[in-house]
């Protein structure tokens, strides 16, 4: 496998590997221990394959689950649909996210399998059943566990995944330090950006300002912490896309307002003069950034708290 995101990289070096005298063929995409990753680096394929796999298995479950009370079919989820869903998570947690809500979608279906209620059955000899949590949610406590034996513990086999620490200048409400902040990864790809390193990092961080005592936790405690954080702190990740989005329709507006000034100058040009026209598109223009820095510090205070 040639691993490029040029078309002509493959038919570059075709036939020029060889092996004993044999030659490689080209393969599209590899699997190494259950996970499998094309040319690109991408995990589309790994993610369709999985889908498909669970979605069988959600077939099965419906087929089964009126011989089943609800605790069963929650049971029968978790040991025969949900490791499917997280297998090597941490490896494929970049891919798209319209590949995770494909697999979101599969977990709702079956735990629409898990909530219906039988008929035959009367309300009040229903156990409650505690909500379970989303895949990403999951995966980001995953992920923050992981970084902590590499970070803390330095456990051999993750020295790679080790992060320099962060030199701090200041601590401000919208910026906490801490003294277990590492370096976030510099990055211009929203693929990198969703990388473990690059997720966790940030993730890391802010985990690491809102609970103390990190270097004295065991791997147990910070799986508990995390989960605890994790429960009442949306994604940083998907904090920082809503401030690009934000600021990407603001820069729109503001493009569009400025065009229409100008048409209208174009206009009316007999009557207005050029000092007028100079003067109405600088203040809109102004007004108008000044709107996209209010809004961006407001989102990143969310962030920070």
């Known amino acids: 496998m040639v691993v490029s995101r040029s078309p002509a990289a493959g038919p570059a070096v075709e036939g020029r ?8 063929p080209l393969q599209e995409a590899v699997k190494v221990l259950g996970a499998e990753v094309d040319r690109e680096l991408r995990f589309d394929g790994h993610i369709k394959h999985i889908a498909k796999k669970v979605s ?10 009126r011989f089943l009370d609800r605790g069963g079919k929650l049971l029968l989820y978790k040991a025969q649909i949900r490791p499917y869903l997280e297998y090597a998570a941490l490896s494929w947690m970049s891919c798209a996210a319209s590949h995770t809500r494909r697999l979101d979608s599969i977990q709702r279906r079956a735990l629409r399998l898990v909530d219906a209620a039988e008929p035959p059955d009367p309300p009040a000899l229903f156990e409650p059943v505690s909500p379970l949590d989303s895949l990403e949610h999951r995966r980001d406590v995953a992920a923050l566990v992981v970084f902590h034996k590499a970070q803390v513990q330095g456990v051999p086999h993750l020295a790679g995944l080790r ?10 409400r919208t ?10 990864p510099r990055s211009r790809a929203s693929q990198h950006q969703r990388t473990f390193v ?6 890391w ?18 799986k508990l912490a995390a989960n605890r954080w994790r429960l009442l702190k949306p994604t940083p990740l998907s904090l920082v896309v ?9 820069v729109v507006v503001v493009v569009v ?18 000092v007028v026209v100079v003067v109405v598109v600088v203040v809109v223009s102004v007004v108008v950034v000044v709107v996209v820095v209010l809004v961006s510090v407001v989102v990143v205070v969310v962030v920070g708290d």
Request: proline fraction near 3%.
């Open 242 to 250: 809503v401030v690009v989005v934000v600021v990407l329709v603001l």
């Open 56 to 65: 069988h298995r959600v077939s099965a479950l419906r087929r089964v689950a």
């Open 198 to 203: 690059g997720r966790v990092s940030r993730m």
């Open 175 to 184: 910026v906490l330090t801490s003294g277990d902040a590492v370096e976030v």
């Open 163 to 172: 992060q320099p620490p962060r030199v701090a200048t200041r601590s401000t």
């Open 205 to 222: 961080n802010i985990f690491t300002a809102a609970v103390p005592h990190i270097q004295e936790m065991n791997t147990q405690s910070v």
């Open 257 to 274: 307002v400025v065009v229409v000034v100008v048409v209208l100058v174009v206009v009316v040009s007999v009557v207005v003069s050029v």
């Open 17 to 24: 590997l060889r092996f004993g005298g044999v030659t490689l």
